[in-house]
């Protein structure tokens, strides 16, 4: 009937949101949410990579600095990779990439929340993808 049809609709959008077309549920969304930040996480950390740059030597040293400041960057993206399917293993390894860099800066409490901090709330995002892949299997 008409008025059920309303109901169903209404029910929809408290849901799910439109996006193009196409409505994503709140589990798709979830599901997205960690491998966007960390891609974002990545782009952040490469940011503090380009420093290596202005160092002194000459064009091999520079360069092989910059690659020895962008492995926190290839770590965030391996890491994205690997847990594409599998949500676990991107909370366990971004929360230890925190707890590393906790401990690796330990005297710079302001670095410890500019880094780690952003890499927690990826573990956060992670830990409730998983959580949510776990319900739909159920």
Do not use: Q
């Not at 798709?28 to 990545?42: D, F, K, Q, S």
């Not at 676990?88 to 005297?107: H, K, N, P």
């Amino acid at each position: 009937s008409f008025i059920n049809m309303g109901k169903v609709a209404r029910e929809r959008e408290h849901y799910s949101f439109a996006i193009g077309n196409r409505g994503m549920n709140t589990a798709t969304v979830l599901r997205w949410i960690p491998r966007g930040l960390a891609i974002i996480m990545g782009l952040f950390l490469a940011l503090f990579a380009m420093d290596a740059l202005n160092e002194e030597g000459d064009l091999a040293t520079r360069l092989g600095g910059l690659f020895m400041h962008l492995t926190p960057t290839w770590l965030c993206l391996i890491t994205l990779l690997v847990a594409w399917k599998r949500e676990w293993i991107g909370a366990i390894a971004f929360g230890l990439f925190a707890l590393g860099y906790v401990w690796y800066a330990s005297d710079h409490a302001d670095w410890i929340l500019v880094i780690s901090g952003p890499l927690l709330l990826v573990a956060a995002a992670y830990t409730a993808a998983w959580r949510m892949s776990l319900r739909a299997r159920r």
